[in-house]
């Protein structure tokens, strides 16, 4: 079946760049979504990008997608300790309602 | 325009009492889905509607899960009778159509 396989832990330190990465298996994935969890909260969409894109950049995220190896990573710029957080890749096929989620990174950024 | 908005935000309960979950989408969203979150299993969907009707709730854990959509305001998952091992948060979430999802804050549920 699909699967998105995420690694668990990231640590940073405040002021770098921060790249969580993420592999997917489904190849007629539509849409991929990074969701960002922080503790004892809800998940909040953060970006998406179509499949027929290779990179965007929203700000101090830029997410790049290599639809040939499924590989999508999210670049955090200036990474904050606000930025510390659970960070969820997600997929979808278009005209379908099942999401994928991956297992979530833990991204925990170091004053 | 408010987020998907659940209650109870945290629930204690003790095993055997019967729990209900409750979910508001954003209005005008016509889909919503039941996850649960826990360590071990991670995210898992329960349940998905679409226009107020169940279409795949094959996620569903057991048959002391059950979930309602009255109507396109209001959702409500309930567990009876509740086990330890159904601790988790719940969370609901809704979209407008099926590609972009928002995530309510959470119910969490523990059972002692």
């Known amino acids: 079946g699909e699967d998105v396989e995420q690694s668990l832990f990231l640590s940073v330190r405040e002021g770098d760049s921060s790249v969580i990465n993420c592999t997917y298996t489904?190849?007629?994935?539509?849409?991929l979504y990074w969701y960002k969890q922080e503790p004892g909260a809800g998940l909040q969409l953060l970006t998406y990008?179509?499949?027929?894109?290779d990179m965007k950049q929203d700000q101090r995220l830029t997410v790049l997608l290599n639809k040939k190896d499924k590989h999508l990573s999210l670049r955090i710029a200036d990474t904050q300790t606000g930025d510390s957080a659970i960070y969820f890749c997600a997929e979808s096929t278009s005209g379908t309602y099942k999401y994928i989620f991956g297992t979530g990174t833990r991204l925990k950024v170091l004053a | 325009d408010a987020g998907v908005i659940q209650s109870p935000r945290h629930e204690v309960t003790e095993m055997g009492q019967e729990v209900t979950l409750r979910c508001k989408p954003i209005?005008?969203?016509?889909?919503l889905f039941w996850y649960r979150q826990t360590m071990m299993r991670g995210l898992e969907l329960l349940i998905y509607?679409?226009?107020?009707?169940?279409?795949?709730d094959s996620g569903m854990p057991e048959d002391r899960f059950s979930a309602k959509m009255p109507n396109a305001s209001f959702s409500t998952l309930k567990i009876q009778p509740s086990e330890p091992r159904d601790s988790a948060v719940y969370f609901c979430?809704?979209?407008?159509?099926?590609?972009?999802?928002?995530f309510g804050e959470g119910s969490w549920l523990t059972v002692v």
């Open positions: 509607f679409n226009n107020n009707v169940p279409i795949d």
């Open positions: 979430a809704s979209s407008r159509s099926p590609d972009t999802i928002y």
């Open positions: 990008i179509f499949s027929n894109m």
């Open positions: 209005s005008g969203h016509n889909s």
């Open positions: 489904d190849s007629s994935s539509t849409y």
